[in-house]
């Protein structure tokens, strides 16, 4: 058992097992050792790395359990790091994004705490997602990371809601579309959209989330207006935002909808007490990164009054999202 000084070491530790993950993704290390173990020797040849710096990052992973040290300097995948390998659409695009411009806005985490504004536009000159906007290919990745972060949240969210009584939806930032897609194969009678900037359009039309049938893809900015439609999906969305800007994005939901029309905001919430919850992590990445916020039952109910909408109830999926389901006030 370690002791505590033990114990803060490893958590300030945290750095240094995150880079040496991104460092193995990239090198494609576990598509190497898919075939089988293989000597640190042959895996620095293959990927143009010195061999000594190479071994002491996958033995500094070993015990971490991505990877297993078989024979002296010999190392095999184990059943976690194989969800690192290209063939998998596990986690191996959101280690990577996470890793790069939000690493290095969260070395500058205190001066959100100092002032609540993201350090993000503090080390990059400009907000997350006009940044994200300039540079397409850190955007594909990002989109790419969602759908590995969505993994079974999109279809458990499809399945738990029921749009029987609706004809067009609306999926306000829907970016790579993949939860559109599981709603429509669901839904045969919907006719969707998927409104979000250019470069969420791009993933979505290039089938980064799946097939989009009867989908019209509209690029635009939520906080100016979104289309109109009967019911609404907003997930993972309202997060990135701080009260103000929710509310707006919300009252626009608001101000497109049908009469009679439904807004469904997809989030996890944030549970009471002091209970490990991954969600706990995601949001202070929201305060450094976008400026925005994991929130509370409760705080959502504020935000929905603020937008001209009422909570009417919640549905708990079979994962750890929620649906928050409000119509008009
Ligand atoms: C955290 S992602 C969530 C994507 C998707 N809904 C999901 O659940 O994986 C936030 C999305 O909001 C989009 N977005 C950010 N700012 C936007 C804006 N001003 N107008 C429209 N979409 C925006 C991003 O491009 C991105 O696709």
Known sequence: MPNPSQQIMRLGFGFAVSQALRVIIELGIPDLLAVGEQSVDELAAATQSDADALYRVMRLLAPEGVVREVLPRHFELTEVGAVLR???????????????????????????????????DKVFGSPRFDWLSAHPEQAALFQRAMVALG????????????????????????????????????????????????????????????????????????????????????????????????????????????????????????????EPNQIKGIDVVMLAVTGGLERTQTQYESLFDAAGLRLQRVIQTRGSISILEASAA
């Open 151 to 274: 993994q079974g949240s999109n279809e458990a969210v499809a399945d738990a809601c029921d749009f029987k009584p609706f004809t067009r939806i609306v999926d306000v930032g829907g970016g790579h579309g993949q939860l559109l897609s599981a709603i429509l194969a669901r839904n045969p009678h919907l006719d969707g959209v998927l409104f979000d900037l250019p470069s969420g359009v791009a993933a979505a039309r290039q089938g980064a989330g799946g097939d989009l049938p009867r989908t019209e893809f509209v690029a635009g900015n939520f906080f100016e207006s979104v289309p109109t439609g009967d019911v609404y999906v907003i997930k993972k969305v309202i997060h990135d935002w701080d009260d103000r800007r929710a509310a707006v994005i919300l009252q626009n939901c608001r101000k497109a909808m049908l009469p009679n029309g439904k807004v469904f905001v997809a989030e996890t919430l944030v549970p009471p007490g002091d």
């Open 86 to 120: 290209s063939d998998q659409s596990g986690p191996r695009d959101f280690v990577r994004m996470i890793n790069s411009e939000a690493y290095l806005a969260f070395e500058q985490l205190m001066h959100s705490v100092r002032t609540g504004k993201p350090a993000f």
